[in-house]
Nanobody, 126 residues
């Protein structure tokens, strides 16, 4: 059974940094793309970043490009989201996700992901 567990959220001042982690279990991590999404109160879940199964391809939403970096450590079955220069509008619950499909480059669309973590709250104060 696939499990994704996020950690690393918290309260930070604008301009600060946080690093989110997502630990995966239940299957061979290195075969699967990973994505980070976020959902602010009253808004739909939105794409933040994705990384291909190999780590060779990454994609970012325009809103986070240049500030966030997604990476993965296949030896630790973990994907990371380094978030720098945080803004109050980055406040949201952050979710990691992974598709059922193997050797996939990743996707912007939540519907292309089959497994989701429980989320971790990130709050950026002004």
């Amino acid at each position: 059974q696939v499990q994704l567990v996020e950690s690393g959220g918290g309260l930070v001042q604008a301009g600060g940094s946080l690093r989110l982690s997502c630990a995966a279990s239940g299957r061979i991590f290195s075969k699967y793309a990973m994505g980070w999404f976020r959902q602010a109160p009253g808004k739909e879940r939105e794409f933040a970043a994705s990384i291909s199964w190999s780590g060779g391809s990454t994609v970012y939403a325009d809103s986070v490009k240049g500030r966030f970096t997604i990476s993965r450590d296949n030896a630790k079955n973990t994907v990371y989201l380094q978030m720098n220069s945080l803004k109050p509008e980055d406040t949201a619950v952050y979710y990691c996700a992974s598709p059922r499909r193997t050797y996939y480059s990743g996707s912007y669309y939540p519907s292309n992901y089959d497994y989701w973590g429980q989320g971790t709250q990130v709050t950026v104060s002004s």
